[in-house]
């Protein structure tokens, strides 16, 4: 998977924001979620200035957002004493039982 942001960033996240609490990371990764909705939606509306940003400068946006998005989620792991790969992992092993085309109500099959 990736390296262990959360090892990589510890320190700097004690240097940097000693006094952070998990609302404010939960505060932040809303933001960047935002960001990368508005750099999409705006870029399709061509409005905002984002009508003269080219195809590659809307991607690379959208990819900082995404990638800050995950240092938001990695810092709210590290403040709540988690692990992100195990969140991750977590999600992932539901995710991948479910199936939204056999059962489209639950994606779970039904229990006999």
């Known amino acids: 998977m990736t390296p262990d942001i959360q090892k990589i960033l510890a320190t700097w996240w004690v240097h940097n924001f000693p006094d952070a609490e998990p609302d404010d990371a939960f505060a932040g990764m809303v933001e960047e979620l935002g ?5 999409r939606l705006k870029f399709k509306q061509g409005i905002r200035g984002m009508a003269d940003l ?4 809307v991607r690379e946006a959208q990819q900082d957002a995404i990638g800050d998005l995950i240092i938001f989620a990695a810092h709210l792991c590290q403040l709540e004493g988690w692990q992100l790969g195990e ?3 977590m ?22």
């Open 35 to 39: 960001e990368l909705a508005r750099a």
């Open 54 to 57: 080219t195809a590659k400068e």
């Open 87 to 89: 969140c991750v992992s």
């Open 91 to 112: 999600a992932l092993n539901e995710v991948i039982g479910r199936d939204w085309r056999a059962n489209p109500e639950t994606g779970h099959a039904e229990e006999e």
